[in-house]
């Protein structure tokens, strides 16, 4: 039997390093598909698709080649081949993201892959409508959330951190931007599922969030 746990919220709500810390503790697979949008939004960068052409897009889909591999413990995203992992995280990226989130033939295509990923295995995976959308059936459900402040702090932080150049300005208007497409797109809305446990993060360090997440785990799985 496998586990399938859900964590979705807004970007920067922690959710990433969250998952990773929990999936190591609690060894399961973790499974980011923002990386999977990103991907796709980067292979349409570099074959220069408009978001509009949906004939080229369907064509992509055919053919595009994304995996997600654990390597020494790190999430590594390969396209066609190649180690995108950082570049993914990139501004270009990060600004077309949401843009190309709203595509209904990519959400299809992103959902049943990501369904395809975690097939049999016991993950834990995270989004914005894994809980509503890709499992709705999840054993366990949590939405992180944050201030949009703290979550710009936050990735301000990890943009730092990976030597990626962007103010704080900048993220906090890509964050709010992104808040309101990700939430207002009339395909995979970011929205709580009924059934998911709301956690507020802004407050609290990563490891409480980590202890908090893995309580919730254990409590649940032992119904
Ligand atoms: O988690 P992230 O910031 O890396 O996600 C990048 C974008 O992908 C985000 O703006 C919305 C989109 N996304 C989505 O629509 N559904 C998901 N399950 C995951 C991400």
Redo the contacts with the bound molecule.
């Keep these: 039997m496998s586990l399938v746990v859900a964590i979705d919220g807004p ?1 920067g709500s922690g ?2 390093t969250v998952t990773k810390m929990v999936a190591e503790k609690l060894e399961l697979i973790n499974i980011d ?3 999977i ?2 991907c796709v939004t980067l292979y349409m960068i570099r074959k220069k698709i408009e978001l509009t052409d949906i004939e080229k897009i369907k064509e992509m889909l055919k053919s595009i080649n994304i995996e997600l591999r654990i390597v020494n413990k790190d999430n590594i995203v390969f396209l066609e081949g190649e180690d995108v992992t950082k570049k993914i995280r990139e501004k270009d990226v990060t600004e077309l ?2 843009s190309v ?1 709203r595509i209904v033939e990519i959400r299809e295509y992103i959902t049943n892959l990501s369904r395809k990923i975690a097939e049999g295995k016991n993950v834990i995976m995270e ?4 809980g509503t959308i ?1 499992f709705p059936n999840a054993d366990v459900k949590i939405y992180l959330d944050a201030t949009p402040e703290e979550r710009a702090n936050r990735r301000l932080k990890q943009s730092i951190e990976k030597g990626i150049d962007i103010t704080y300005e900048e993220i906090l208007a890509n964050i709010m931007f ?1 808040d309101k497409n ?1 939430s207002t797109s009339s395909v ?1 809305t970011l929205k709580q599922a009924d059934d998911a446990i709301y956690l507020d993060s802004t407050n609290l360090t990563i490891e409480e969030v980590v202890d908090k997440v893995i309580e919730i785990i254990k409590e649940k799985c032992n119904k």
Excluded: F, Q
């Excluded at 989004?127 to 894994?130: A, L, T």
């Design positions: 970007a959710k990433g598909t923002g990386a949008y990103r993201v949401s989130a989004g914005r409508d894994i890709v992104r990700d995979g």
